[in-house]
């Protein structure tokens, strides 16, 4: 959910905040000027979403009220500064704007004079990052309210919860559970004790339960009597699921517990009742009817703490969604930013080519902010409607289909004619494509091929679920092991998945459904076990004329090379990908030794070529980019290196006192680093 907010604006004069104010009000933000620091400590609040300062306000102040505030922050808010500086005034020239970096923390310096679209775009990034704090924000609170339920179903139904790690058979229970088993609290209860306490007439079929949980991944399921220390005799009834570790393999089972000793008494006494007098089982009617609404309602209480269990899972999985796709599209989107940027240059004199080209650079722009997207289910997104034409959609979109599917599997896109123009968000139908093309690559774990096809549909008044007129078909089909009926009844409930424990979220075909019912469409699913599957969404046509091609945001870039004529050597196993480095590092004016693998630049340093900086790749086969870093220093210890990645952030035990430099950048950023690296060699 969106949350209204405004900017406050601290200047030393009032006409630079009346301007600022103009400036942001312009753009689309509400903003607030105060005078002095103590006012703007004095209005800052949740409500706030980021502060626009000038320099000469801040070195001329005492900070600490503005210090303690920012630090004070809850656990979810990093307030976004934007400081205005003069030319130069920025923490790498500016040691005053260093210590400011560090003493505010999330601080962007711009540099005076500006253009109004630069203020624009810096203003939008600011205000976005603190949007997504206040969605954090709400998934915490959402989290925490859902395990607050979990706990009160738990309570209400007098279960205990337990948990067992498979590699040390350590048994972890909680304080309900252990008194289902006649222990205390306090009291010793791992998996020793546990089997101590079972009746040795059920102690084998447990254990046999349990491996087969453990071999199948069935739901775990068993009543078993149990002999508490007292020398009581009674009843335990235990619900369990198999969870895997990430490479797939059995790794705990967690589940619930409860004392079932009152329920199996009853049914022993109605067996009693059964074979006793005519009058008794009169007498017992009453009392048995009590007892079976009680079993029905602790039954009931039982299935509802399971499934709120299920579903507070799913909500913390879905937290960790992101950037499955990042490192793959970033690649991608690389090798289309780097040509086109050498291409503007060698063409500034022509322009309506530079025009063209600066279309396209936005264009993969826009592709870059696609991998920083968190769908969510639980509300409608705002959609961007255009009329869209779906062939061209897929053609454009079949290399990071292919990519995602992987080698075994052959992607063919239909070419029928006619107008394949529809009334759709472009961004959320490639959203939609892609995940279609993931799960039919799944289906298929030996290989096969993907048919991609759009056809016309005419609906009549007789579909119940969609309007009369003219549809598109947009169906993705696979050669897979298919569906089965029930399968296919419930594929696109929210959170129902098949592809087991820990390997999908059950969400991606139940958003899909939803999008095509919010476009005014509707999603089909046809399949049959070996029959593979055939997933159509059936979209509003739109008429031919007037399609429009998807908004883009405009913004700058500049290539400036470094003083004097270097020898860099690109390291990257991604041919395009060293293709547009090389040509832009060319293009600033240094010579550039290119090598496709670890081990290649290896022979190249030892091979004693005169290199002065090493830019590499991360992820490649054979060496990854932190191994030939390590490699490449203990031949060269001095050698400045940049390490240019598609990864969010690299794997916690990568440690490497290096440049970073994130894919997709362009070459500006590029000659940034450069210069920064050969400056401090």
């Not at 790498?92 to 962007?108: C, D, H, K, S, Y």
């Not at 309210?145 to 706990?151: F, G, N």
């Amino acid at each position: 959910m969106t949350q209204a907010s405004f900017a406050l604006v601290l200047t030393p004069r009032g006409r630079d905040a009346a301007v600022a104010t103009s400036m942001l009000e312009s753009a689309g933000f509400g903003a607030r000027a105060v005078s002095g620091v103590d006012a703007l400590v004095a209005a800052l609040g949740d409500d706030v979403s980021m502060v626009l300062i000038t320099q000469e306000e801040l070195a001329t102040t005492d900070l600490r009220g503005f210090d303690q505030w920012l630090k004070r922050q809850p656990a979810w808010s990093d307030l976004p500064i934007v400081v205005l500086s003069h030319a130069g005034g920025g923490p790498e020239r500016n040691p005053q704007a260093a210590r400011l970096l560090e003493l505010l923390g999330n601080v962007t310096f711009l540099e005076r004079p500006f253009h109004p679209t630069t203020f624009t775009s810096i203003v939008k990034a600011a205000i976005g990052a603190r949007q997504r704090q206040y969605d954090a924000r709400s998934r915490m609170l959402e989290l925490a309210e859902s395990q607050e339920r979990l706990r009160t179903a738990l309570l209400a139904g007098n279960l205990g919860t337990w948990e067992l790690d498979l590699a040390t058979m350590a048994l972890d229970a909680s304080a309900t559970c252990k008194a289902g088993f006649g222990r205390a609290p306090g009291d010793l209860f791992g998996y020793p004790q546990l089997l101590a306490t079972i009746d040795p007439r059920d102690r084998d079929r447990m254990q046999a339960a349990v491996n087969h949980t453990i071999q199948s991944g069935d739901d775990y399921e068993i009543e078993y009597r149990t002999l508490w220390p007292d020398g009581t005799a009674h009843w335990a009834e235990i619900h369990g699921r198999l969870i895997l570790d990430a490479a797939g393999k059995p790794s705990k089972m967690v589940g619930v517990s409860s004392d079932i000793t009152a329920r199996k008494t009853f049914e022993q006494q109605l067996v009693s009742v059964n074979e006793s007098l005519e009058q008794r089982v009169v007498e017992r009617t009453a009392a048995l009817e009590d007892a079976h609404e009680r079993a029905i309602l602790a039954m009931q209480q039982r299935e509802k703490a399971e499934e709120l269990l299920i579903q507070a899972q799913k909500v913390e999985a879905i937290g960790q969604l992101t950037g499955g796709v990042a490192h793959d599209f970033n690649n991608l989107l690389m090798a289309v930013l780097g040509n086109l940027e050498v291409l503007r240059r060698h063409v500034a004199n022509d322009e309506r080519a530079v025009r063209l080209i600066e279309g396209a650079l936005e264009g993969a722009r826009r592709g870059a902010s696609l991998t920083q997207r968190l769908l969510a289910f639980a509300r409608r997104q705002e959609l961007e409607v255009k009329k869209v034409d779906l062939r061209e959609l897929a053609e454009g979109l079949s290399p990071l289909m292919r990519q995602s599917a992987g080698a075994g599997v052959d992607i063919v896109i239909g070419s029928t004619a006619g107008s394949a123009v529809a009334s759709v968000d472009a961004n959320q139908i490639e959203l939609a494509l892609l995940n279609l093309v993931v799960n039919a690559r799944d289906a298929m774990p030996d290989g096969g091929t993907i048919s991609i096809d759009v056809s016309d549909v005419t609906i009549d008044g007789s579909d119940p679920d969609l309007a009369p007129g003219r549809y598109l078909g947009l169906a993705v089909t696979d050669t897979g092991k298919g569906m089965d009926a029930e399968t296919l009844r419930r594929a696109v409930e929210p959170f129902f998945s098949t592809k087991g424990v820990g390997k999908g979220t059950g969400l991606g075909l139940s958003m899909i459904h939803g999008l095509a019912l919010q476009l005014g469409g509707a999603f089909r699913l046809v399949s049959a076990p070996d029959k593979g599957t055939t997933a159509t969404m059936l979209l509003p046509a739109a008429q031919t004329d007037g399609v429009e091609p998807v908004e883009i945001e405009q913004s700058t870039a500049s290539g400036a090379a470094p003083a004097g004529r270097s020898s860099i050597l690109v390291v990257d196993d991604d041919v395009l990908i060293a293709m547009s480095t090389v040509a832009m590092v060319e293009d600033l004016g240094h010579s550039v030794i290119e090598a496709n693998s670890g081990p290649d630049a290896l022979e190249i340093i030892r091979g004693g070529a005169t290199i002065d900086l090493m830019i590499t790749d991360f992820s490649m086969p054979k060496m990854s980019g932190a191994e030939l870093i390590l490699a490449a220093r203990s031949l060269r210890p001095d050698l400045p290196v940049i390490l240019a990645s598609g990864y969010a952030e690299l794997p916690g035990d990568v440690k490497l006192d290096v440049a970073r430099l994130g894919k997709p950048y362009e070459q500006h950023q590029l000659a940034e680093q450069i210069n920064l690296a050969l400056v401090g060699r």
